[in-house]
């Protein structure tokens, strides 16, 4: 059966907690009511975005008065030596509040509901309109991260995760890039020329070199009509968006055009650039999928009109995926192509049973083999009892209607019924499931495993313990252990950490 590729729906917003917002303070009016510890982070955190800053209080806690008196790196603050009263309302962007408790904290809101000015009550979070989050500070380039008050700390820890991901000199390239944006738009027309000289510009940033200003010329020097457009096979692993490469998520972000298969979790694409063109062109064994050609016919029709478009692919692309096929039409047609690896079904599997595929006590070796041809059948031209062995170990790609032919032309050969074999469904995702058995179980075992998702079989020594480290719930009809029977094996349920 075939179809024809089609355009998947636009990705949805998922439900915010809060909007994110970036407020420009810029000479703006700010109150501040309280001299308190915690108003004095507020108050140097608002003169740091370039507000004039009115601090309300009869008193000064030591924090607050230091800080008045170091001056503010930008902005201003200036002490009112009095108490909060409904005229510090007037003319201000926002008010922050200290409030000493509930009551106050209520009177302040009503206040600021009746000026029409958004306030923010510190650590009572029910009487805030808006709230602050970590920040990570590149100016012009900055991030804020909410947790919605639910959890600060939280929101700090991934601060700290960012900080370590952004180079120092990532604020030199963002300053630069708001200087040429203007001369960025006059050169270049909108579209997939401007689009490249940001993703190089970004490039660059990201790579921590600071020479700025030779870097952007070499940029600015490039051709300003339509070039052609290009492909990038990219590797989206085998489900888990976790598992996906950093240049993997920069090809999505940078993409005008994604062709991705059946396998493809949700939440991989959910990491793509959302004004990206989707398109689905399904592959998948036993089921209805789209022609090779036609994604070759597409993939080059798109290309010739200027786009970059992403060949989103299950597992790596290079490993049953027919890259080649997709590569040889590309070059053929004169389009530039690259690959993205990505990490493939057989190593996550060896990971999420903690089971290495090579051991110098029971496998010197590891094949990957297919478990179809173009008929649907074994291929012809692989020796299988070759590949398959008491010194090697074995994984089967998209063979789980074949099993029964596999166990068959294996047992003939006189590889022993009980060698070690586990099947794993949905490798990766929250849905996986293991079954752990020998040799002459493996029909069965395939046979009871459902058809909603993609099926792996590792065959040979490596995996005899497997039954005994994978994490299990109890899945239904278990025994007192939690291990469902299917045809002497075992079959679990594992938990995604």
């Given at each position: ?458 065959i040979g020594a490596v995996f005899q313990k497997t039954d005994k480290r994978a994490d299990c719930t109890r899945p239904a009809s278990c025994d007192e252990h939690g291990r469902q029977r299917h045809a002497a094996g075992t079959f679990v349920q594992t938990v995604m950490p």
């Open positions: 059966m075939s179809r024809k590729p089609s355009k998947a729906p636009p990705a949805r917003m998922k439900p915010l907690a809060v909007l994110p917002v970036f407020l420009n303070l810029n000479g703006k009016q700010v109150a501040l009511l309280g001299g308190t510890e915690a108003a004095a982070w507020k108050a140097e955190l608002l003169a740091a975005s370039g507000a004039h800053v009115k601090v309300y209080a009869s008193e000064l806690e030591s924090e607050t008065e230091e800080l008045l008196e170091r001056g503010a790196s930008a902005g201003s603050l200036t002490w009112h030596q009095r108490p909060w009263a409904l005229d510090v309302f007037q003319n201000v962007a926002c008010v922050v509040a200290d409030a000493t408790d509930e009551a106050e904290a209520k009177a302040m809101v009503c206040a600021a509901q009746n000026a029409g000015v958004p306030i923010n009550v510190i650590d009572k979070p029910a009487f805030c309109q808006f709230q602050f989050g970590s920040i990570v500070n590149r100016s012009p380039a900055v991030i804020g991260i909410s947790t919605a008050g639910a959890a600060p700390i939280l929101g700090q820890a991934i601060r700290r995760k960012i900080e370590t991901l952004l180079p120092q000199t990532l604020q030199g390239w963002a300053q630069l890039a708001q200087q040429v944006r203007a001369r960025v738009m006059n050169r270049f027309p909108a579209g997939a020329l401007r689009r490249t000289f940001w993703e190089k510009f970004v490039d660059a940033a990201f790579s921590g070199e600071a020479a700025f200003e030779a870097s952007v010329a070499d940029l600015l020097s490039g051709p300003t009509s339509v070039a052609q457009g290009r492909v990038t096979l990219v590797g989206a692993g085998p489900g888990d968006p976790e598992l996906l490469t950093l240049k993997a998520v920069r090809a999505l972000q940078a993409a005008d055009v994604i062709l991705f298969d059946d396998l493809v979790s949700d939440e991989v694409l959910e990491l793509a650039r959302r004004e990206a063109k989707r398109m689905l062109v399904g592959k998948r064994g036993g089921r209805e999928s789209c022609k090779q050609h036609d994604i070759n016919a597409l993939m080059i029709k798109l290309a010739s009109q200027g786009k970059h478009v992403v060949r989103l692919k299950s597992g790596d692309p290079m490993i049953f995926g027919r890259a080649g096929e997709e590569i040889d039409a590309l070059k053929a047609k004169g389009i530039p192509v690259s690959v993205v690896p990505g990490i493939t079904a057989a190593s996550a599997m060896a990971s999420r049973l903690g089971v290495s595929l090579t051991h110098r006590d029971h496998a010197q070796a590891v094949s990957f083999m297919t478990g179809h041809s173009r008929k649907g059948q074994l291929p012809e031209t692989l020796a299988y009892e070759n590949l398959i062995g008491p010194s090697r170990s074995a994984i089967l790609y998209m063979g789980s209607k074949t099993a029964p032919q596999l166990t068959k032309n294996l047992l003939g050969k006189g590889i022993p019924s009980n060698l070690p074999v586990v099947v794993v469904q949905s490798v990766s995702r929250p849905n996986e499931m293991v079954w752990a058995g020998s040799l002459e179980d493996l029909p069965a075992a395939c046979k009871a495993m459902s058809t909603a998702g993609p099926i792996l079989i590792g």
